[in-house]
């Protein structure tokens, strides 16, 4: 038996840092990020439709997609923000189940998929939350303030532009009302290590 878990956050929240500690007590690791940008890599199908829809302004010189061109476009408008789901959604939802059924078939014991809008799907009944089902599903919560301040630390946004991606999303605690279990990623790195572990044991019991 699997146990399949689909694990999200807010941004800067903890996902990657909370995934690398899960690897490390043997799950399978299936990012929903990666598969974004292997689906749509230089001379893919994805990327050729992503051209024809908003134009060859998205590709740079090198032919992968210019995603600085792109985010313009669809920060300022939700229907292109669709259209964008639309086409890279469907294949990256396809090979997060390829690779769900590898796993299981390899006998694996847990697997986690990683996926950043993992709750805003279940809200509305679209995305991998329409189409996996999932043994349990894990929030990793951190105060708004530290989301913030790791933003500026990791990616050298400005104050403003860090508080600014925050607030777009879905808040982090009405996702963590949603989940199953919320692992408190606001202390040490030690802390959190502690509460995986705990879920793990607790998931493969
Ligand atoms: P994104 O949404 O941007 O992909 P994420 O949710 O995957 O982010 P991480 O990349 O895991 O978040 O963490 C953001 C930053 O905060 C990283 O630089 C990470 O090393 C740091 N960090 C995460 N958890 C802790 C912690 N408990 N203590 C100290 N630093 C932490």
Redesign the pocket.
């Known amino acids: 038996m699997t146990f399949v878990i689909g694990l999200s956050?807010g941004?800067?929240?903890?996902?990657?840092?909370v995934d690398a500690m899960l690897e490390k007590l043997g799950a399978v690791l299936i990012d929903a990020d990666s598969i974004v940008h292997e689906v749509q890599a230089p001379g893919s199908p994805v990327l050729s439709e992503i051209a024809a829809a908003f134009g060859s302004g998205v590709i740079d010189a090198d032919g992968a997609l210019d995603r600085a061109a792109l985010g313009d476009v669809i920060f300022r408008d939700p229907e292109a923000r669709e259209k964008l789901g639309s086409i890279v959604h469907p294949p990256v939802i396809g090979e997060m189940v390829r690779r769900l059924y590898e796993a299981r078939q390899a006998g694996e014991k847990l697997v986690v998929l990683d996926i950043?809008l993992l709750f805003e799907g279940k809200k509305t009944g679209t995305g991998a939350a329409a189409v996996i089902r999932f043994d349990a599903t894990v929030a990793?919560w951190a105060p708004e303030e530290l989301q913030i301040e790791?933003q500026i630390s990791?990616n050298g946004y400005d104050r403003e532009e860090a508080e600014r991606r925050v607030r777009a999303q879905l808040s982090l605690d009405e996702k963590c009302d949603m989940a199953d279990h919320v692992i408190d990623?606001s202390?040490?790195?030690e802390d959190?290590e502690r509460q995986v572990q705990a879920l793990v044991e607790q998931f493969l019991a």
């Open positions: 956050g941004i800067g929240s903890g996902k990657s840092t950043p990793v790791r990791r990623n202390g040490s790195l959190t």
